[in-house]
Protein backbone atom coordinates (compact mmCIF):
# COMPACT_ATOMS: atom_id res chain seq x y z
CA UNK A 1 0.00 0.00 0.00
CA UNK A 2 2.67 1.95 0.77
CA UNK A 3 4.44 1.70 -2.77
CA UNK A 4 0.88 1.89 -4.21
CA UNK A 5 0.66 5.00 -2.62
CA UNK A 6 4.32 6.40 -3.55
CA UNK A 7 3.91 5.37 -6.88
CA UNK A 8 0.95 7.24 -7.26
CA UNK A 9 2.52 10.10 -5.98
CA UNK A 10 5.49 9.42 -8.66
CA UNK A 11 2.75 9.86 -11.64
CA UNK A 12 1.16 12.65 -10.32
CA UNK A 13 4.75 14.53 -10.23
CA UNK A 14 5.12 13.22 -13.40
CA UNK A 15 1.87 14.66 -14.70
CA UNK A 16 2.35 18.00 -13.26
CA UNK A 17 5.86 17.97 -15.22
CA UNK A 18 4.41 17.16 -18.52
CA UNK A 19 1.80 19.55 -18.09
CA UNK A 20 3.89 22.36 -17.11
CA UNK A 21 6.58 21.61 -20.39
CA UNK A 22 3.71 20.92 -22.62
CA UNK A 23 1.77 24.76 -22.04
CA UNK A 24 2.84 27.80 -24.18
CA UNK A 25 4.65 30.08 -23.13
CA UNK A 26 2.44 33.30 -22.27
CA UNK A 27 3.15 35.79 -24.82
CA UNK A 28 3.47 39.77 -23.82
CA UNK A 29 1.01 41.57 -26.19
CA UNK A 30 2.70 43.04 -29.05
CA UNK A 31 4.55 46.32 -28.16
CA UNK A 32 2.30 49.34 -29.54
CA UNK A 33 4.47 52.04 -31.74
CA UNK A 34 5.17 54.61 -29.31
CA UNK A 35 2.30 57.42 -29.62
CA UNK A 36 3.71 60.36 -32.37
CA UNK A 37 3.02 63.79 -32.26
CA UNK A 38 0.25 65.80 -34.70
CA UNK A 39 2.23 66.51 -37.79
CA UNK A 40 3.83 70.21 -37.59
CA UNK A 41 0.67 72.82 -38.84
CA UNK A 42 2.66 75.66 -41.40
CA UNK A 43 2.95 78.75 -39.71
CA UNK A 44 0.09 81.02 -40.21
CA UNK A 45 1.31 83.32 -42.76
CA UNK A 46 1.00 86.95 -41.66
CA UNK A 47 -1.29 89.53 -43.63
CA UNK A 48 1.15 91.66 -46.02
CA UNK A 49 1.95 94.90 -44.06
CA UNK A 50 0.17 97.88 -44.62
CA UNK A 51 1.91 101.10 -46.26
CA UNK A 52 2.40 103.53 -43.66
CA UNK A 53 -0.42 106.63 -44.29
CA UNK A 54 0.63 109.39 -45.69
CA UNK A 55 -1.32 112.55 -45.28
CA UNK A 56 -0.85 115.37 -48.05
CA UNK A 57 -3.00 118.54 -47.57
CA UNK A 58 -4.29 120.63 -50.65
CA UNK A 59 -5.37 124.11 -50.31
CA UNK A 60 -7.76 125.42 -53.39
CA UNK A 61 -8.12 128.59 -54.49
CA UNK A 62 -11.76 128.23 -55.73
CA UNK A 63 -14.75 125.04 -54.86
CA UNK A 64 -13.22 122.12 -55.51
CA UNK A 65 -16.07 121.91 -58.02
CA UNK A 66 -15.99 124.80 -59.78
CA UNK A 67 -15.37 122.71 -63.15
CA UNK A 68 -12.03 124.52 -63.46
CA UNK A 69 -8.36 124.91 -61.91
CA UNK A 70 -9.50 123.99 -58.66
CA UNK A 71 -11.42 121.02 -59.55
CA UNK A 72 -8.55 119.37 -61.94
CA UNK A 73 -6.28 119.91 -58.65
CA UNK A 74 -9.05 118.19 -56.07
CA UNK A 75 -9.07 115.24 -58.86
CA UNK A 76 -5.41 115.28 -59.41
CA UNK A 77 -5.40 114.37 -55.78
CA UNK A 78 -8.21 111.84 -55.72
CA UNK A 79 -5.59 110.56 -58.31
CA UNK A 80 -2.23 110.58 -55.74
CA UNK A 81 -4.80 108.47 -53.40
CA UNK A 82 -5.35 105.47 -55.87
CA UNK A 83 -1.96 105.50 -57.19
CA UNK A 84 0.59 106.41 -53.96
CA UNK A 85 -0.12 102.99 -51.34
CA UNK A 86 -1.32 105.00 -47.98
CA UNK A 87 -1.78 108.51 -49.11
CA UNK A 88 -4.71 109.98 -47.89
CA UNK A 89 -5.88 113.90 -48.86
CA UNK A 90 -7.06 116.23 -46.59
CA UNK A 91 -7.90 119.70 -48.04
CA UNK A 92 -9.95 123.05 -47.52
CA UNK A 93 -11.14 124.67 -50.65
CA UNK A 94 -12.34 128.65 -51.39
CA UNK A 95 -9.26 129.93 -50.19
CA UNK A 96 -9.31 133.56 -50.93
CA UNK A 97 -10.31 136.69 -49.54
CA UNK A 98 -13.49 136.87 -50.23
CA UNK A 99 -14.21 133.45 -48.84
CA UNK A 100 -12.08 133.64 -45.99
CA UNK A 101 -11.64 137.43 -44.85
CA UNK A 102 -8.51 137.66 -42.81
CA UNK A 103 -7.46 134.20 -42.95
CA UNK A 104 -4.16 133.41 -44.84
CA UNK A 105 -3.48 130.48 -46.57
CA UNK A 106 -0.52 129.33 -44.13
CA UNK A 107 -3.14 129.69 -41.47
CA UNK A 108 -5.02 127.21 -43.37
CA UNK A 109 -1.95 125.00 -44.16
CA UNK A 110 -1.31 124.74 -40.22
CA UNK A 111 -4.54 123.67 -39.72
CA UNK A 112 -3.96 120.97 -42.05
CA UNK A 113 -0.67 119.74 -40.69
CA UNK A 114 -2.68 119.68 -37.18
CA UNK A 115 -5.04 117.12 -39.23
CA UNK A 116 -2.05 114.98 -40.19
CA UNK A 117 -0.34 116.26 -43.58
CA UNK A 118 3.22 116.24 -43.47
CA UNK A 119 3.07 117.49 -47.06
CA UNK A 120 0.58 120.84 -48.43
CA UNK A 121 0.13 121.69 -51.97
CA UNK A 122 -0.89 125.44 -52.65
CA UNK A 123 -2.60 125.60 -56.19
CA UNK A 124 -2.72 129.07 -56.82
CA UNK A 125 -0.22 132.17 -57.49
CA UNK A 126 -1.59 134.70 -55.57
CA UNK A 127 -0.65 132.46 -52.47
CA UNK A 128 2.81 132.47 -53.09
CA UNK A 129 4.06 134.98 -50.05
CA UNK A 130 2.28 132.70 -47.92
CA UNK A 131 3.35 129.68 -49.01
CA UNK A 132 6.99 130.99 -48.76
CA UNK A 133 6.11 131.70 -45.26
CA UNK A 134 4.69 128.79 -44.43
CA UNK A 135 8.02 126.70 -46.10
CA UNK A 136 10.13 128.96 -43.93
CA UNK A 137 8.30 128.34 -40.50
CA UNK A 138 7.53 124.49 -41.23
CA UNK A 139 11.14 122.95 -42.59
CA UNK A 140 9.72 119.81 -41.72
CA UNK A 141 6.71 119.40 -43.84
CA UNK A 142 7.06 119.17 -47.55
CA UNK A 143 5.52 122.30 -49.76
CA UNK A 144 4.24 122.21 -53.28
CA UNK A 145 3.47 125.59 -54.97
CA UNK A 146 1.73 125.14 -58.20
CA UNK A 147 2.45 127.68 -60.65
CA UNK A 148 5.10 129.34 -58.12
CA UNK A 149 8.98 129.60 -59.14
CA UNK A 150 10.16 130.41 -55.70
CA UNK A 151 12.68 127.48 -55.56
CA UNK A 152 13.94 128.31 -59.18
CA UNK A 153 17.39 129.15 -59.18
CA UNK A 154 17.61 131.18 -63.10
CA UNK A 155 14.15 133.26 -61.72
CA UNK A 156 13.37 136.43 -60.67
CA UNK A 157 12.31 135.44 -56.92
CA UNK A 158 15.00 132.28 -55.90
CA UNK A 159 14.62 131.56 -52.38
CA UNK A 160 16.45 128.67 -50.87
CA UNK A 161 14.31 126.37 -49.45
CA UNK A 162 14.79 122.66 -49.25
CA UNK A 163 11.24 121.72 -48.80
CA UNK A 164 8.94 123.31 -51.35
CA UNK A 165 9.30 121.77 -55.33
CA UNK A 166 7.40 124.52 -57.55
CA UNK A 167 5.10 122.40 -60.63
CA UNK A 168 3.42 123.62 -63.48
CA UNK A 169 2.57 122.63 -66.64
CA UNK A 170 3.54 124.24 -70.00
CA UNK A 171 0.03 125.95 -70.30
CA UNK A 172 1.82 127.83 -73.39
CA UNK A 173 1.18 125.01 -75.97
CA UNK A 174 -2.67 124.68 -74.59
CA UNK A 175 -3.56 127.90 -74.90
CA UNK A 176 -2.25 127.92 -78.54
CA UNK A 177 -3.98 124.72 -79.23
CA UNK A 178 -7.39 127.16 -77.76
CA UNK A 179 -6.13 129.67 -80.38
CA UNK A 180 -5.79 128.04 -83.53
CA UNK A 181 -9.02 126.21 -82.85
CA UNK A 182 -10.48 129.44 -82.21
CA UNK A 183 -8.90 130.93 -85.52
CA UNK A 184 -10.03 128.05 -87.65
CA UNK A 185 -13.57 128.70 -86.57
CA UNK A 186 -14.09 132.24 -86.29
CA UNK A 187 -16.56 133.49 -88.66
CA UNK A 188 -16.06 137.41 -88.23
CA UNK A 189 -12.12 137.14 -87.35
CA UNK A 190 -12.48 138.29 -84.05
CA UNK A 191 -11.24 136.45 -81.05
CA UNK A 192 -12.04 137.65 -77.33
CA UNK A 193 -9.90 136.28 -74.28
CA UNK A 194 -11.79 136.53 -71.28
CA UNK A 195 -8.67 137.17 -68.30
CA UNK A 196 -8.30 136.44 -64.92
CA UNK A 197 -6.47 139.33 -62.65
CA UNK A 198 -2.76 140.76 -65.17
CA UNK A 199 0.44 138.79 -64.10
CA UNK A 200 3.45 137.21 -65.90
CA UNK A 201 1.04 133.76 -65.96
CA UNK A 202 -1.97 135.43 -66.99
CA UNK A 203 0.50 137.35 -69.39
CA UNK A 204 2.24 134.70 -71.32
CA UNK A 205 -1.01 132.67 -71.36
CA UNK A 206 -3.03 134.87 -73.45
CA UNK A 207 -0.26 135.82 -75.21
CA UNK A 208 0.79 132.03 -76.04
CA UNK A 209 -3.07 131.61 -77.28
CA UNK A 210 -2.41 134.51 -79.69
CA UNK A 211 0.43 133.21 -81.28
CA UNK A 212 -1.54 130.18 -81.60
CA UNK A 213 -4.21 131.65 -82.64
CA UNK A 214 -2.39 134.03 -85.43
CA UNK A 215 -0.38 130.93 -86.91
CA UNK A 216 -3.86 129.34 -87.71
CA UNK A 217 -4.95 131.80 -88.97
CA UNK A 218 -2.30 132.92 -91.68
CA UNK A 219 -1.00 128.78 -92.41
CA UNK A 220 -4.10 127.24 -92.54
CA UNK A 221 -6.73 129.21 -93.17
CA UNK A 222 -4.34 131.21 -95.64
CA UNK A 223 -5.81 134.75 -94.03
CA UNK A 224 -3.58 137.96 -93.75
CA UNK A 225 -2.71 138.20 -89.85
CA UNK A 226 -3.60 141.87 -89.64
CA UNK A 227 -6.83 140.88 -90.21
CA UNK A 228 -7.53 138.69 -87.00
CA UNK A 229 -8.44 140.66 -84.01
CA UNK A 230 -7.52 139.36 -80.64
CA UNK A 231 -8.26 141.16 -77.18
CA UNK A 232 -7.86 140.97 -73.66
CA UNK A 233 -10.16 142.02 -71.13
CA UNK A 234 -9.04 141.29 -67.98
CA UNK A 235 -11.73 140.68 -64.77
CA UNK A 236 -9.12 141.25 -62.03
CA UNK A 237 -9.04 138.03 -60.62
CA UNK A 238 -8.95 133.97 -61.12
CA UNK A 239 -13.03 133.92 -60.79
CA UNK A 240 -15.87 136.53 -60.13
CA UNK A 241 -16.11 138.02 -56.76
CA UNK A 242 -19.18 140.40 -56.29
CA UNK A 243 -18.18 144.04 -55.72
CA UNK A 244 -14.68 143.71 -56.52
CA UNK A 245 -14.28 141.98 -60.01
CA UNK A 246 -15.54 142.79 -63.41
CA UNK A 247 -18.44 140.46 -63.81
CA UNK A 248 -16.76 137.74 -66.26
CA UNK A 249 -20.94 137.07 -67.57
CA UNK A 250 -21.38 140.97 -68.53
CA UNK A 251 -17.27 140.58 -70.12
CA UNK A 252 -18.67 137.80 -72.00
CA UNK A 253 -21.40 139.42 -73.27
CA UNK A 254 -19.96 142.20 -74.48
CA UNK A 255 -17.80 140.43 -76.49
CA UNK A 256 -20.80 138.48 -78.26
CA UNK A 257 -22.59 141.37 -78.86
CA UNK A 258 -19.71 143.67 -80.51
CA UNK A 259 -18.54 141.21 -83.02
CA UNK A 260 -16.48 138.38 -81.43
CA UNK A 261 -17.58 135.17 -82.14
CA UNK A 262 -15.38 132.92 -80.15
CA UNK A 263 -14.38 133.61 -76.70
CA UNK A 264 -11.11 131.71 -74.96
CA UNK A 265 -11.05 131.88 -71.43
CA UNK A 266 -8.20 132.55 -68.95
CA UNK A 267 -10.49 132.35 -66.15
CA UNK A 268 -11.19 129.19 -63.43
CA UNK A 269 -15.05 129.00 -63.79
CA UNK A 270 -17.26 128.86 -66.84
CA UNK A 271 -18.68 131.79 -68.02
CA UNK A 272 -17.54 132.08 -71.44
CA UNK A 273 -19.21 128.64 -72.39
CA UNK A 274 -22.76 129.30 -70.69
CA UNK A 275 -22.93 132.81 -72.36
CA UNK A 276 -21.83 131.68 -75.60
CA UNK A 277 -24.59 128.95 -75.08
CA UNK A 278 -27.26 131.24 -74.07
CA UNK A 279 -26.27 133.48 -77.10
CA UNK A 280 -26.55 130.40 -79.54
CA UNK A 281 -29.91 129.55 -78.47
CA UNK A 282 -31.01 132.84 -79.40
CA UNK A 283 -29.81 132.16 -82.62
CA UNK A 284 -26.39 133.70 -82.92
CA UNK A 285 -23.04 131.68 -84.20
CA UNK A 286 -20.75 131.85 -81.56
CA UNK A 287 -18.54 129.61 -79.82
CA UNK A 288 -16.12 129.03 -76.07
CA UNK A 289 -13.65 127.56 -75.11
CA UNK A 290 -13.32 126.83 -71.17
CA UNK A 291 -9.94 126.34 -69.26
CA UNK A 292 -8.15 124.44 -66.56
CA UNK A 293 -10.66 121.12 -66.72
CA UNK A 294 -11.20 118.23 -68.96
CA UNK A 295 -14.65 118.23 -68.65
CA UNK A 296 -15.25 121.93 -68.63
CA UNK A 297 -17.42 121.62 -72.33
CA UNK A 298 -20.39 119.67 -70.27
CA UNK A 299 -21.58 122.65 -69.32
CA UNK A 300 -22.11 123.81 -73.15
CA UNK A 301 -21.21 121.16 -75.57
CA UNK A 302 -23.17 122.19 -79.07
CA UNK A 303 -21.06 125.85 -78.55
CA UNK A 304 -18.06 124.56 -77.15
CA UNK A 305 -14.53 124.05 -79.05
CA UNK A 306 -12.77 121.98 -76.81
CA UNK A 307 -10.65 122.74 -73.94
CA UNK A 308 -6.96 123.18 -72.77
CA UNK A 309 -6.33 121.00 -69.36
CA UNK A 310 -4.18 120.74 -66.86
CA UNK A 311 -3.26 117.16 -65.78
CA UNK A 312 -1.53 117.87 -62.19
CA UNK A 313 -1.89 113.83 -60.88
CA UNK A 314 1.12 112.48 -62.23
CA UNK A 315 3.45 114.96 -61.40
CA UNK A 316 2.12 115.12 -57.58
CA UNK A 317 2.32 111.07 -57.74
CA UNK A 318 5.99 111.12 -58.18
CA UNK A 319 6.42 114.17 -55.72
CA UNK A 320 4.56 112.67 -52.91
CA UNK A 321 6.14 109.40 -53.17
CA UNK A 322 9.91 111.07 -52.86
CA UNK A 323 8.59 112.55 -50.09
CA UNK A 324 7.08 109.68 -48.17
CA UNK A 325 10.55 107.45 -49.21
CA UNK A 326 12.57 110.16 -48.52
CA UNK A 327 14.18 111.06 -51.68
CA UNK A 328 12.30 114.27 -52.30
CA UNK A 329 14.62 116.86 -53.68
CA UNK A 330 13.90 120.69 -53.93
CA UNK A 331 12.79 121.21 -57.50
CA UNK A 332 11.55 123.82 -60.12
CA UNK A 333 9.06 121.92 -62.61
CA UNK A 334 7.85 123.46 -65.83
CA UNK A 335 6.20 120.18 -67.54
CA UNK A 336 6.13 119.39 -70.77
CA UNK A 337 2.84 117.65 -72.89
CA UNK A 338 3.34 114.13 -73.36
CA UNK A 339 3.74 114.66 -77.38
CA UNK A 340 3.29 110.77 -78.20
CA UNK A 341 -0.52 111.45 -76.54
CA UNK A 342 -1.33 114.85 -74.96
CA UNK A 343 -4.04 113.53 -72.99
CA UNK A 344 -2.47 110.63 -71.92
CA UNK A 345 -3.79 110.77 -67.88
CA UNK A 346 -1.17 108.63 -66.56
CA UNK A 347 1.63 110.88 -68.02
CA UNK A 348 1.11 114.23 -70.03
CA UNK A 349 1.08 117.34 -67.53
CA UNK A 350 -1.70 119.54 -69.81
CA UNK A 351 -3.47 118.33 -72.73
CA UNK A 352 -6.52 119.37 -75.21
CA UNK A 353 -10.10 117.94 -75.28
CA UNK A 354 -12.00 118.34 -78.48
CA UNK A 355 -15.00 120.02 -78.13
CA UNK A 356 -18.68 118.49 -80.41
CA UNK A 357 -18.53 121.70 -81.83
CA UNK A 358 -15.03 121.59 -83.51
CA UNK A 359 -15.97 120.73 -87.51
CA UNK A 360 -14.02 118.32 -88.93
CA UNK A 361 -11.42 120.31 -90.65
CA UNK A 362 -10.73 122.54 -88.12
CA UNK A 363 -10.11 119.35 -86.31
CA UNK A 364 -7.85 118.15 -88.51
CA UNK A 365 -5.83 121.11 -89.07
CA UNK A 366 -5.49 121.28 -85.41
CA UNK A 367 -4.26 117.98 -85.36
CA UNK A 368 -1.47 118.78 -87.85
CA UNK A 369 -0.60 121.98 -85.63
CA UNK A 370 -0.14 119.63 -82.51
CA UNK A 371 1.60 117.72 -84.49
CA UNK A 372 3.98 120.22 -85.93
CA UNK A 373 4.52 121.73 -82.15
CA UNK A 374 5.03 118.19 -81.18
CA UNK A 375 8.01 117.79 -83.82
CA UNK A 376 9.51 121.13 -82.13
CA UNK A 377 7.59 124.24 -83.84
CA UNK A 378 8.24 126.96 -81.37
CA UNK A 379 6.11 130.11 -81.75
CA UNK A 380 8.10 132.07 -79.14
CA UNK A 381 10.69 132.49 -82.27
CA UNK A 382 11.13 136.50 -83.39
CA UNK A 383 11.00 138.51 -84.75
CA UNK A 384 8.11 139.61 -82.16
CA UNK A 385 7.60 142.74 -80.38
CA UNK A 386 6.07 143.68 -77.13
CA UNK A 387 2.11 145.54 -77.29
CA UNK A 388 4.51 148.83 -77.27
CA UNK A 389 5.94 147.86 -80.21
CA UNK A 390 9.28 147.46 -77.78
CA UNK A 391 11.29 144.86 -80.22
CA UNK A 392 11.11 141.19 -77.95
CA UNK A 393 12.88 138.69 -79.66
CA UNK A 394 15.34 139.74 -82.82
CA UNK A 395 14.87 137.91 -86.46
CA UNK A 396 15.46 133.83 -85.63
CA UNK A 397 16.04 134.11 -81.81
CA UNK A 398 14.47 131.83 -80.19
CA UNK A 399 12.96 133.13 -76.19
CA UNK A 400 14.42 131.24 -73.12
CA UNK A 401 12.44 130.07 -70.27
CA UNK A 402 13.05 133.45 -68.40
CA UNK A 403 11.85 135.57 -71.20
CA UNK A 404 8.19 133.51 -71.57
CA UNK A 405 7.93 132.96 -68.01
CA UNK A 406 8.62 136.60 -67.29
CA UNK A 407 6.93 138.40 -70.33
CA UNK A 408 6.84 141.95 -69.43
CA UNK A 409 3.80 142.96 -71.23
CA UNK A 410 1.28 141.35 -74.22
CA UNK A 411 2.78 141.34 -77.85
CA UNK A 412 2.00 143.24 -80.41
CA UNK A 413 -1.07 142.60 -82.42
CA UNK A 414 -2.86 141.86 -79.07
CA UNK A 415 -5.38 144.74 -78.09
CA UNK A 416 -6.05 145.04 -73.87
CA UNK A 417 -3.77 146.40 -70.78
CA UNK A 418 -0.61 144.57 -69.85
CA UNK A 419 -0.37 145.95 -66.47
Not at 62 to 90: C, F, I, R, T
Request: proline share 5%; charged share 20%.
Amino acid sequence: MRHLTKLFSVLLLAAVLLSACGAPAATEAPAQPAATEAPAQPAATEAPAQPAEFVFGLLMVGPYNDHGWSQAHYEAGLYVEKNVPGAKMVYADKVNPADRPGTTPAQLAEDLVSKGAKLVIFNSDDMKDSATEFAKAHSDVYVIMASGDQVWKDGKAYTEMANMTNIMGKMEYGKMMAGCAAALTTQTGQIGFLGPLINDETRRLAASAYLGARYCWTNYAGKNAADLKFKVTWIGFWFNIPGVTSDPTQVADEFFNSGYDVVISGIDTTEAVTEAKKFAGEGKKVWALPYDYIGACEEGKEICLGVPFFNWGPAYVTAIKSAADGSWTSQFLWNDPDWANINNPDSSAVGFQKGAALSADAAANLDKFIGELAGGLNLWKGPLKLQDGTEYLKDGEVATDFQVWYLPKLVEGMDGASE
